[in-house]
């Protein structure tokens, strides 16, 4: 049983487009994340819900708005795609992260490449 | 600067040797993370700890909070160990709390 699902794990699309990243979780957690990692291999969050509220918003263009139905999902819909944005996008969750032992699961990332 | 130093950048060393990567931040912290991740890409937490040491199997992880550092210990090192290790440290933001990662050690054991 896969903990932390995500679709697609490549994507490939041209500049401008407008795409969709899919997270499932079925750990029972209350907090998700989404992570990117640059060509550098360098991680940083852009996101972070807990019980289906946002609660981290690092600098991240607006052009990416993350969407939580529901505490088992949150999906990454990045509109007007352009080439820095190709990256690995990662999904992570954890019970809440304020409580002691809370580590993060992560899915297998997605690689988007913008041509 | 970044606010998270891992050192070295890559390591490569022979099967068999004792492995030490080290973590150095420079902020407070509420508890730090060690993460591998394999050529394939997957990542995995190996730890999580606030103080003291933690151990599994070959893996041993110690953190010093007066510091600000962390080492992550592998005995009896395998080819398998192979990969990119990544400390990151959880830090308060605005009330919520984030992890805030360092660069990663690559590491290679030859065989």
């Known amino acids: 049983d896969t903990a932390v699902s995500q679709t697609p794990k490549y994507l490939v699309t041209q500049m401008g487009n407008d795409k969709s990243i899919k997270c499932e979780q079925n750990l029972g957690h209350d907090t998700m994340y989404w992570y990117k990692q640059d060509s550098k291999k360098f991680l940083k969050i852009m996101f972070s819900y807990n019980n289906k509220e946002l609660i981290i918003n690092e600098t991240v263009p607006n052009r990416f708005s993350p969407k939580s139905p529901d505490k088992a999902h949150l999906n990454l819909h990045i509109n007007s795609l352009e080439l820095g944005d190709s990256a690995v996008y990662f999904c992570a969750s954890s019970q809440d992260p304020a409580r002691v032992g809370a580590e993060q699961y992560f899915g297998p990332g997605t690689r988007l490449t913008v041509t | 600067k970044n606010e998270v130093e891992q050192s070295p950048q890559n390591l490569t060393a022979q099967e068999g040797e004792f492995i030490t990567i080290n973590c150095s931040y420079s902020?407070?912290?509420?508890?730090l993370h060690w993460l591998q991740q394999h050529p394939g890409g997957g990542i995995v937490s190996l730890f999580m700890?606030?103080?003291g040491k933690k151990k599994h199997g070959r893996l041993i992880a110690t953190i010093n909070i007066q510091e600000k550092h962390s080492s992550l210990h592998i005995t009896a090192s395998h080819p398998r160990d192979s990969a990119v290790y990544i400390c990151?440290?959880?830090?308060?933001?605005?009330?919520?709390?984030?992890?805030?990662f360092g660069t990663g050690t690559r590491l290679t054991i030859i065989p």
């Open positions: 990151a440290v959880r830090v308060a933001n605005f009330g919520n709390e984030k992890l805030t």
């Open positions: 700890l606030s103080s």
């Open positions: 902020v407070g912290i509420s508890a």
